[in-house]
Every structure is written in C-alpha cells, then in structure tokens.
C-alpha cells in the first residue's frame, strides 16, 4: 500500500474522532456529557450514517472522472446502505459491515486508475477503526 500524503492523513484522522470518542466512552475511559448528542450510540448511530454519505461523495468525484453504469451505481450504494442500516433496530453493526464492504468498491476504483494509489492506505486504517468501534458498541 502507498503512503497517504499528509494533507488526507490529518483529515481521515480528524474525521474518524467521534468513532474513537464513542469506544472510549463504552469503554469507560471517559465519561461524556450528560447531553443527548454526546450519548456514544447516538453518536456512532450518526456518524455511520455519515461516514457512509461521505464515501458516496468521494465515490461521486471518482465516477465523475471517467462515469460508467458501473461507477454510478457504485457511487449510490454507499447512502442507501447508510439509509438501510439507519433504520434497523440497532444501526451499529449494519454500518460496520458496509464500512467494510465499501472497500471492495475501493479497490474496483483504484483498478480502474480512478482513485488515487493512497486511497486504500487511508481507508484501511479509518475504515478498520470505524469498524472496531462499531463492533465494540454491538459486541461489547
């Protein structure tokens, strides 16, 4: 895998915070406010509905590149699965296992010179701490 530049590194640090404020919160490891917002399922029931709106953007400006059929119904899956998985009883393992299965549409974009060589390094290391967070809600 190809190093992430330092600019998309600092970003996919920054964007993947409340995952890890959510697990520590379960975790114990710090206690949140007492406001509805900063309740760590609340916060990871939205939050994975973001993560995946996000990466139907990114998918978006890849497809935009080169648009096929292919590129566009790829780009379109990340928020139904978002909407799908936010209206399930307990969204937290549905978004886990989308996050995961989106980066199958990582490497299809990155074999077809679509997404940049780095893409994967990033969404690797965000997508597994966005998932390990998901799993410890549902699991822990």
Do not use: C, E, H, Q
């Amino acid at each position: 895998m190809k190093p992430v530049p330092a600019l998309p590194a600092l970003f996919g640090g920054v964007l993947i915070l409340p995952f890890i404020y959510a697990a520590a919160a379960l975790a114990g490891l710090i206690t949140p406010p007492r406001a509805y917002w900063a309740d760590p399922f609340t916060v990871l029931n939205s939050y994975g509905a973001i993560y995946l709106g996000m990466l139907g953007g990114v998918y978006w400006g890849f497809a935009a590149k080169r648009a096929t059929i292919l590129d566009a119904l790829i780009a379109i899956v990340p928020p139904f699965a978002a909407f799908g998985a936010s209206i399930s009883p307990t969204p937290v393992l549905p978004y886990a296992i989308g996050i995961a299965g989106m980066l199958g549409f990582d490497l299809i974009f990155i074999a077809r010179g679509l997404a940049p060589k780095w893409w994967l390094s990033l969404r690797v290391y965000s997508g597994v701490i966005a998932i390990a967070a998901l799993l410890y809600a549902y699991y822990g």
